[in-house]
């Protein structure tokens, strides 16, 4: 699996606002968890509200900053997001564990 490929397609699903090409990248019983908002989303509908709800909601558009690939199954993500919140612009970072080249886990955060 390509790790650095995988996830700048999954930004570009995500900027274009894509709600299934998104879900596509993780599987089927996924968790996301993100202490910014202080939920964890579970499964295909947790993370279609996340999306929707936080991504699409705010209109937000997600940049990399940058990408550190520790090992074949985890990388960690620093990003710059902007949006229609009241920031404007702020950072965050990116967890992931992969299991059969999908999501499996993902920690999410604001720096």
Same mark, same amino acid.
């Given at each position: 699996?390509?790790?650095k490929k995988?996830?700048?397609e ?6 274009s606002?894509?709600?299934?090409k ?13 202490p910014?908002?202080?939920?964890k989303? =579970?499964g295909k509908?947790?993370l ?15 940049t990399?900053m940058?990408?550190?690939? =520790?090992d074949?199954?985890?990388a ?7 949006g229609d919140?009241?920031?404007?612009t ?6 992931? =564990? ?7 886990s993902?920690a999410?955060?604001?720096?």
């Open positions: 699996m390509d790790i995988f996830i700048e999954w930004i570009i699903a995500s900027n606002f894509n709600t299934e998104y879900l596509d990248f993780y599987n089927d019983h996924a968790i996301l968890d993100d910014s908002v202080g939920r989303f =579970k509908e947790g279609r509200e996340y999306f929707e709800s936080y991504f699409i909601g705010y209109n937000t558009q997600t990399i940058e990408l550190e690939i =520790k074949t199954d985890r960690h993500l620093r990003v710059e997001f902007t919140f009241p920031e404007g702020i950072g965050g970072t990116f967890d992931f =564990k992969f299991k059969n080249h999908k999501i499996e993902l999410a955060d604001l720096i």
